[in-house]
């Protein structure tokens, strides 16, 4: 692609740039609230979730974000209609945040027909164009290229919608990742390209896997500019998303985003638990859990302990909803399984 | 003795070239590394380097001579003492007759060591049920048909694309993407950096978000590379959404042996592709299915596997001069009718096929060849009505025999037509060995005509 006649002066000297700035600025209380409601919509389903799966109501791989709400909710405050989102195989909270129903994602852990593919899916595999959904894909890193693609096209079709590729500290690693950050500053390709950083590939910490473990770093040959975020509070991920979708708008290429989160259950749901302590796991979900972190500025700013227990009430009954229909709702039909091979 | 200059081969594969021009005079002192003269192909443009010191004392091809045969004495080298009186005594005395001959005959030098004519004879070839009868034709290579096709396409649809290693301004790594640059630009005409696992990735998101993009692999050899993207993000997408969000998507490029390259860029890799619910997998032989299938795949909203051939690039076929010729996906087509043997191959193996029907004919065997051209879907309706009129099956592919698309249409074959086989049905393929270099290896790791002569007659008992 023509690429326009950018300078191609470095922008790596960006990188870290904000790093240690301070603390965010602060949220409206609207904004507080709909964070809030918005994570607790996530945890909730999650727990849900991993409920569901211990009775076997779903099946096969289930990986829960629960500790990293913060991320998908902060960045999508940051995005605006047409702009899309595409993910890795820890999509549940990514389809909640983009607004996709509750039901149809749950009906789809399940296999049930309702499903958003129709039970064909699963967990790892739900897409909604509706919502600019691209995936939910099962394969480490192929987000990263397809997210690329997804900018390619907005660069092709003119218009200003920026693509969120995200993608976890074990999928840093694989080469494909490389290939699409030369690409999309080659063609300044408007995406953003979120690391969420939760510490551990599967069981493998980064330290036991990454020579570079500043993965805001990782676009430097590439001249892509990256920040460090702190992924815990979900205003600190709005402004940094803020800016680096604004960075894309402008037509300036790709950005990185090393979003600092941690996941509090196990990478999948028959994770041993071996490879860190429970003392670890406690420690941050005592001093920083993203959703306690907004409930407190709320208490602190007088809003009522009722208030908040009216917005938990109103997420658990929407989960309890999705379960209910996700237990009740039909398989497939059985001529289902020839269905959607082709168009 | 006077020294010949030959036609040098641009590449493996090239079997004559033009000669364009020459850049020197009979009589002129030539020193080794001087440029003489230039020649052309379809694909490439190269400059003639004199090796050797002396004279040039005899042109023997005039430039503008078309079709000139690889390896034909194009001009004599006087070394120092020699004089015009000794080109007698160059071994060439039947080249003069092609002196002075308008370059349409050049084409029929008694030099030419190539075979190039491999159609059936049109006689009794089955008419194409796409073309209205009176049809114009137009005789184009492979290589344009391919670029008439996506360039028609891109002038229909503002959202194709093309992407790839050296698609734009080196125009094409085998010229297949010729002058598209030129046509639509450097928007729609896209160089990508050597990346195939990243680049088929992004044509494969571009195309869910609803572009068309027509991903060229340099080869298809390197699409290993990228082999996750195809199957696991393009293949699988639509199922796994339920039918919400698919792929409109063509992976095109060379397939199959190319010649003398051994074997990490010679493969087959028909079955590979063949064998995945999601894809389709179209594989033409003839210039008019290379145009007519491409057009086609460009349109289908599912991702195609369009297996193209080196090898056939550089060959010529008549082409239906029709505003908009697109063939069904999924259609066999008989390219000899015959009653005694049905023999099935497509792209390149059609070759040998096809020559080897000429051979059968002469020992009075009328074999039926089909044409696959597509591999999947494949019509396994085409191939089951032939067998139940001649009772008898030869598959030829360049690919291995295990697992290969032969083994598919054996059983397809077993189970449709069990019990109006005569004989088993019998495999003709490549052998179960990585390409060799060698020349005499390489020939003998193919299949041959005469190879798939051998086995008609076995399944014919005779």
């Known amino acids: ?343 | 003795m006077p020294i010949q200059v030959l036609m040098p081969a641009l590449s493996p594969t090239m079997e004559k070239g033009n000669l364009a021009k020459w850049l020197k005079k009979e009589g002129e002192p030539i020193k080794s590394g001087d440029v003489i003269a230039e020649i052309e192909t379809d694909k490439a443009t190269m400059e003639v380097e004199a090796t050797d010191e002396g004279t040039l004392g005899k042109i023997l091809i005039p430039e503008g001579t078309a079709d000139v045969a690889v390896n034909t004495p194009i001009a004599t080298i006087l070394a120092d003492g020699e004089s015009a009186a000794d080109l007698a005594k160059a071994p060439a005395p039947e080249m003069k007759a092609a002196q002075s001959a308008p370059p349409a005959a050049a084409a029929a030098m008694p030099a030419s060591p190539a075979p190039t004519g491999v159609a059936a004879p049109q006689s009794v070839a089955e008419p194409d049920p796409e073309v209205p009868p009176g049809t114009e034709m137009v005789t184009m290579t492979i290589r344009e048909a391919l670029r008439d096709a996506m360039a028609e396409e891109m002038r229909r649809d503002p959202d194709v694309f093309i992407m790839g290693e050296e698609v734009a301004e080196y125009q094409g790594a085998y010229k297949v993407t010729q002058g598209l640059l030129q046509e639509f630009g450097a928007r729609r005409v896209m160089d990508t950096p050597i990346t195939e696992h990243g680049f088929a990735g992004a044509g494969v998101g571009a195309a869910m978000a609803g572009l068309k993009p027509i991903v060229e692999f340099m080869t298809f050899n390197f699409a290993m590379q990228a082999m996750d993207q195809v199957i696991n993000s393009a293949a699988k997408t639509l199922y796994m959404s339920g039918g919400q969000m698919g792929c409109s998507i063509v992976f095109r490029g060379p397939n199959g042996a190319a010649a003398r390259v051994a074997a990490q860029h010679s493969q087959d890799y028909s079955s590979w592709y063949s064998n995945v619910p999601g894809l389709k997998v179209i594989a033409p032989f003839s210039a008019a299915d290379a145009k007519g299938l491409l057009k086609a795949a460009i349109r289908d909203p599912n991702p195609v596997i369009f297996l193209e051939n080196e090898v056939l690039y550089g060959h010529s076929g008549e082409v239906p001069k029709l505003d908009d010729y697109v063939i069904p996906i999924g259609k066999a087509r008989i390219a000899r009718s015959g009653k005694d043997v049905t023999i099935i191959s497509w792209s390149n193996g059609m070759t040998y096929a096809l020559k080897a029907a000429d051979e059968l004919a002469k020992e009075g065997i009328e074999a039926e060849v089909i044409d696959l051209r597509t591999l999947r879907p494949m019509d396994t309706e085409t191939i089951v009505a032939s067998v139940k009129k001649t009772g008898r099956a030869v598959t030829v592919e360049e690919g291995w025999q295990q697992s290969g698309v032969g083994a598919e249409i054996a059983a397809r074959i077993m189970e449709h037509a069990f019990d109006y086989l005569d004989a088993p049905v019998a495999r003709v393929s490549g052998k179960d060995v990585p390409m060799p270099y060698a020349a005499n290896l390489e020939k003998l790791a193919l299949p041959s005509a005469a190879e798939v002569v051998q086995a008609a007659k076995a399944v014919c008992y005779r």
């Open chain 1, 1 to 343: 692609m023509a690429a326009p006649a950018a300078p191609k002066k470095s922008a790596a000297k960006d990188v870290n740039a904000d790093k240690g700035s301070g603390p965010p600025p602060e949220f409206t209380r609207e904004q507080e609230l709909t964070a809030l409601r918005d994570m607790l919509l996530i945890r909730r389903f999650e727990e849900k979730a991993g409920q569901l799966y211990g009775m076997g109501a779903i099946g096969g791989f289930c990986h829960l974000y629960i500790g990293q709400e913060a991320v998908v909710v902060g960045m999508q405050m940051a995005l605006k209609q047409g702009d899309q989102v595409i993910t890795g195989y820890r999509d549940h909270g990514h389809m909640l945040a983009t607004g996709m129903d509750a039901k149809g994602v749950m009906a789809e852990l399940t296999g049930r027909r309702g499903g958003y593919s129709k039970g064909k899916g699963g967990s790892m595999h739900m897409f909604s164009i509706e919502k600019q959904f691209y995936g939910g894909h099962g394969i480490v890193g192929a987000q990263v290229s397809l997210g690329t693609g997804l900018a390619l096209a907005n660069r092709y079709r003119g218009n200003d919608s920026v693509a969120i590729a995200y993608f976890g500290d074990g999928a840093a690693n694989q080469g494909q990742v490389y290939e699409s950050f030369n690409m999309a500053e080659l063609w300044k390709l408007p995406v953003v390209y979120v690391i969420e950083n939760n510490r551990y590939a599967m069981g493998t910490a980064v330290t036991r896997a990454s020579a570079q473990t500043d993965f805001s770093k990782r676009g430097i040959s590439f001249n892509i500019p990256g920040e460090q975020v702190d992924g815990m509070d979900v205003r600190a991920v709005k402004v940094a998303g803020e800016k680096a979708v604004a960075w894309c708008r402008e037509g300036k290429g790709p950005y990185i985003l090393e979003m600092q989160t941690y996941r509090y259950r196990g990478h999948s749901m028959s994770d041993p638990a071996k490879y860190r302590t429970r003392e670890e796991v406690e420690k941050i979900r005592t001093d920083q859990d993203p959703i306690e972190q907004v409930r407190n500025r709320l208490l602190a700013a007088k809003v009522s302990e009722q208030d908040l227990k009216a917005i938990d009430a109103d997420v658990r009954k929407i989960v309890n909803e999705a379960a209910d229909f996700a237990q009740a709702d039909p398989e497939p039909d059985v001529s289902e399984l020839y269905t959607d091979v082709y168009r």
